[in-house]
């Protein structure tokens, strides 16, 4: 088939090189040349084991073009970011731009599919509707389709192919095109329903993510009040065979966990509750850690903080939504002179410094992501730079007692006095 992908992102990118090994003609489209120069130059993020040199693979062999503009194609499928505005309200911008850009180039019988997460009833509403005021009847004249994407960073090129998915079609018919289409080169079973439970499918996934580490959250607060462990706590629990907590830490952040439940709140005000509270249950964790900081330095006027991690989550280079923003954030305008340091992330909205600038002077530091790098540290070299052998844990990642051999006092979120 002739696929026209549009977007070359975090899911854009590999999903059309995908298409192009299984042999069929891609255009990648991107409306920013500087990305498609960098696609060409270095093939993808080097974060993403195996897809630089697949996309190379298939520009070198003709199987994918790039270009700035869509064309004539059998299908048209759409990787569009959907950010939240300060209203905590999805920004559908990007995916309107894109249905309009497609218009041009679209022909009776063709396969539209939506990738990008939306709230419920937006492929059939707000996507059918634009493809209506065209000409095209998404009933008929055109088959349109929700795909969402499943993966995490890091593991993308593994998890694409080998997870199964689910095709939501506005017509049944439009649901087994795009299961054809995508059983060129996935794995796993492709279940196949209608737009709208595709959507919601795709929101309830993160959001039962974030209702569970909300959960681990809230344990993390109880254990420091009445001292205990809460990392032993769920580690007993979780022996428990229809029992599975997740993980506290300082926050949620990437594109997902901490975005999607906000599109179920609001297309359901009212109801959806429970993710209402645990969206601010850990959107609060931030706070907390900025208030950690303070009871082990007091006054934060003048302390100079090394903050270990801006990255979501361990060994990615995604600073989306991450923790790591209020917290410097809270952190700054209490007084404090925050540096940071992080292996992987390469762009931040604060200035990015070596782990030796980062942990100079620095009065504490606090580690907010679980990079592999800061796991396997010798706490001896940090030692030598500090001004105080002080370090606040949110990921409970450090051996303990390495560290405070070496001198360091340790505090670890969700760890109370104690214990």
């Not at 009445?226 to 022996?239: F, K, L, Q, Y």
């Not at 330095?297 to 923790?323: F, H, M, Q, W």
Request: some cysteine.
């Amino acid at each position: 088939m002739r696929i026209c992908v549009i977007g070359l992102g975090y899911i854009g990118l590999p999903t059309a090189a995908m298409l192009a090994d299984a042999g069929n003609e891609v255009l990648g489209v991107d409306i920013d040349e500087r990305v498609l120069e960098r696609i060409r130059r270095e093939g993808g993020p080097k974060e993403e084991p195996g897809l630089s040199d697949l996309v190379r693979k298939v520009l070198s062999e003709g199987k994918m073009r790039l270009s700035t503009k869509p064309e004539r194609a059998d299908a048209f499928i759409l990787c569009l970011p959907t950010p939240i505005q300060e209203d905590r309200t999805s920004d559908l911008s990007y995916v309107v731009s894109g249905v309009k850009s497609i218009l041009g180039a679209l022909e009776k019988g063709n396969l539209v599919i939506i990738e990008s997460t939306v709230p419920p009833g937006t492929t059939a509403g707000l996507v059918g509707g634009l493809l209506k005021e065209a000409g095209f009847d998404p009933r008929s004249d055109v088959m349109l389709a929700f795909a969402p994407e499943r993966v995490i960073p890091g593991k993308i090129m593994k998890e694409i192919r080998e997870l199964d998915r689910v095709m939501g079609g506005v017509t049944r018919e439009a649901a087994e095109r795009a299961r054809e289409l995508y059983r060129s080169f996935v794995e796993g079973d492709i279940v196949a329903t209608d737009a709208t439970t595709a959507e919601f499918v795709k929101l309830v996934e993160n959001s039962y993510r974030d209702v569970n580490i909300a959960f681990a959250n809230e344990l993390a607060l109880i254990s420091e009040a009445i001292g205990v462990n809460v990392w032993e706590v769920i580690s007993i629990a979780n022996r428990h065979p229809r029992v599975n907590i997740h993980n506290p830490g300082p926050g949620v952040g990437g594109h997902c966990i901490a975005v999607d439940p906000y599109f179920i709140i609001e297309r359901t005000p009212g109801l959806a509750r429970l993710m209402e509270i645990a969206r601010e249950v850990n959107a609060s964790m931030p706070s907390h850690v900025v208030k950690k900081a303070e009871d082990i330095l007091g006054s934060l006027e003048g302390k100079r903080i090394g903050i270990l991690g801006v990255a979501y989550k361990g060994n990615v280079d995604d600073a989306r939504e991450t923790p790591a923003e209020p917290i410097i954030r809270m952190l700054t305008s209490r007084g404090a002179v925050c540096t940071v340091h992080d292996p992987h992330v390469t762009s931040f909205s604060h200035p990015l410094h070596t782990l030796e600038e980062t942990t100079k002077g620095a009065h504490l530091l606090v580690l907010v992501t679980d990079h592999d790098d800061f796991r396997t540290l010798d706490p001896r070299l940090p030692g030598c730079l500090v001004r105080e052998r002080k370090i606040l844990d949110t990921r409970n990642l450090l051996d303990r007692k390495r560290w405070e051999e070496a001198g360091w006092t340790v505090w670890t979120l969700g760890r109370g006095s104690r214990s």
